[in-house]
């Protein structure tokens, strides 16, 4: 293990480490700085989120320009807004004694005007979002011409974005025999393809495993208003039949109150708070362990440390007190080297603190919607179809197929099918049928661009390959994207379930969808793609149009027993909708076999 002193950096920059506290290079750093100190050559860097990348570059790029020219030297693109201005700040204190050093930042939502005279003043390093950094080019507010160092941080994440057009443009602008250096935690394809175009036999370093995702958690959040903050709740766990969650309440109080309720919705949910004894903790946690219960609702406090490795999903109900609890809360997932996600439900008064959490967090968030009832019904009937697909057949039954059969005499395969998984569906549909939407809009233009993906003109389809066959979203949307040879945002609202996933295309690409598919093969297996009955932009007509109807009580998993003993506080919430009536043929739940103890 060498120090930053041996690695052969000036005293300035020595100096200003001291004064970071930072007593050793950091892998990446160790590796790339000597490599960018003594040649003028290209980089490939792949590490993941927090192993010091900004360092690794900074640190040369601060040694190897002059400081006493204005002339712009650097230029580093990251792929947000938030980056940009941390990776900014972090070089300002890097480079606190390189005198004259001027860094400048540039990134939209914010004025042009004041960035561009920062830039006339003399930035020698740049550090900017490719799309601001377009703009000013194309607006000859900033001459990128002389550029020795260009950084591309965060490469995948800014391919991901739909930056690659920007950046091959602004590569255009920029000197050919400049050195180019690319960091990322991943090498996807596109990302190995911008290596081959724009660099010349780059020199490669890999930190940690190659492909390994920055981390093993997405985080997601949605938006809703406070009052529907339950039902959105709901319809994430209906949405996800396979769901084994925490799910983090503010309080000892509404986390009582949620598992309750959850409970009485016949859902196998339970409480973990301090105003329970030792023992009530440890049967609620140990039914958690066994599966017996697939919603453990928890407070931070009583929730610190627990290590059962196979939790899907963390559900926030609520955002912490403090943000940098979050960072607890969704690393109760992701666990053994498995992947898993952090939802968030925000009301509009608490979106700011997303942001905030991003830049702790240094990952983003995906802005996703709530599901609406019709999708939450076809996740459901998948479900079902796929866990009978995969069935092991009981031969206990075998002894009573004779009556079965009598019975089924007249009823044809196709007809059998429909009214077998009827008998579940009708149950969510009924229930679903006039759910209302309850995602809020939020009118930041920062958010409401390329990732929303909210097209009215669109057709979403369902395909029957999913986590199972190794896709997530990303190699899913990259996989369609090449079979079919699509650009950049032809593919969106990819949604990938355990063996199945959803998909949005504009409409006029319908046809050669749904023809490509017709008869396509992927590892010896045919893969089926289908218009699926939730068109995407579906749920936004309906807030246009104002639909105003609530949930309805209950749910794919209600117990009679429980429904008819009522819920007070929803009965409250509720307006006169009327109550779904089940019969006693359909008080089997399919879905959940399980039972909560309580
Ligand atoms: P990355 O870009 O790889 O996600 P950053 O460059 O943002 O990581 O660094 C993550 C954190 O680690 C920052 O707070 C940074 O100041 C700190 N850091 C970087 N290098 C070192 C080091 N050698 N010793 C201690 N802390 C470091
Ligand atoms: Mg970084």
Known sequence: MSTFQELGLNNDLLQAITDLGFIKPSEVQEKAIPILLDSEGDLVALAQTGTGKTAAFGFPMLEKI????????????????????????????????????NVVAIYGGSSITEQSREVKRGAQIIVATPGRMKDMISRRLVDITKIQYSVLDEADEMLNMGFKEDITDILSHTPEDKSTWLFSATMPREVAAIAKNFMHNPQEITVGNKNESTTNVS?????????????????????????FSVVFCRTKRDTQKVA??????????????????????DLVMNAFRKKQIQMLVATDVAARGIDVDDVTHVINYQLPDEIETYTHRSGRTGRAGKTGVSMVIVSKSEVRKIKSIERIIKRQFEKKEIPDGMEICEVQLMSLANKVHNTEINHEIDKYLANINELFEDTNKEELIKKFFSVEFTRFYNYYKKAKNLNVSYDDSRDSGRHSGGRSDSTRYFINVGGKDGFDWMKLKDFLKEQLQLGRDDVFKVEVKDSFSFFNTENELKEKVLAFFTDFKHEGRFVNVEVSENRGGGRRNDRKRGRRRDDRKGGGRRDDRKYNSGNRSERRRSESASKPRRSNSESSNAFKPRRSRR
């Open 260 to 281: 309750e309720n959850l409970i009485e919705d016949g859902y196998n949910a339970g409480a973990l708070h301090g105003d329970l004894s030792q023992n009530q903790r």
């Open 219 to 243: 985080h997601e959040y949605y938006l809703v208003n406070a009052r529907d903050r339950y039902q959105a709740l709901k319809r994430l766990a209906d949405a996800n039949p396979d769901i």
């Open 66 to 101: 002059d400081a006493n020219s204005r002339t712009t030297q650097g230029l580093i693109l990251s792929p947000t807004r938030e980056l940009c201005l941390q990776i900014a700040n972090e070089m300002k204190q890097y480079g606190k004694y390189c005198k004259g050093l």
